[in-house]
C-alpha cells in the first residue's frame, strides 16, 4: 500500500490562502446580491442575461453551457427573459436553425444598473477601510484578474 506523498509547507499554504479566497470571494458575492432584488429578476435569470449582455448574442447551446443547466431549463428562462422584453431571439446567420440571444436595451440597461448598485455599495464599504488596505485590494484585484483568464491567455507578472 502506498503511502500519500507529503505536501511541503508552501503547497499547504497555497491551498490555505486559495480556500480563505473561495470563503471570502463566496461571502463578498452574497453580500452584495442583496442589491438585485431591486432588479425583479431571479438569480438564475439574471445569471443568465449577464451571460446574454457581456457575452454578445450567443446559440442557446452555448447559453446552457454556460450556465450549467440543460436545454429545457435555459429554453424557460430565455422565455422568461423574452416575455420580459430583456433578450431577443434570432435566427443565427451560417445556420438559420440556430438561434441566437441578444439583449434588448432594456435587459443591457436593467443590468448596468444593477451591477452599479453592486459596485456602489462595494465601494461604500471600502471607503471604510484604511487606505493602506485600499491600495493593497487594488493590487491585490488585478492579480485576481488575471486568474480569471484563459489559460491560453498570456499573463503578464
Known sequence: MRS?????PERENQVQVADQLHSAAIHLLRRLRVEDVR???????????????FGG???????AAAEQVRAPTISRLVADLERDGLVARTA?????RVWRIEATPRGRR????????RVARLAAELRRLPAGERRLLARAAGILRRLTLPASHPRKR
Request: charged share 30%; proline share 8%; hydrophobic share 40%.
Open 92 to 96: 443565427g446567420v451560417e445556420d438559420k
Open 39 to 53: 432588479s425583479g429578476l431571479s438569480a438564475p435569470r439574471l445569471s443568465a442575461l449577464s451571460v446574454i449582455v
Open 110 to 117: 436593467l443590468l448596468r444598473e444593477g451591477r452599479a448598485r
Open 57 to 63: 448574442p450567443i446559440a442557446m447551446s452555448e447559453l
Open 4 to 8: 500519500k506523498p507529503r505536501q511541503g
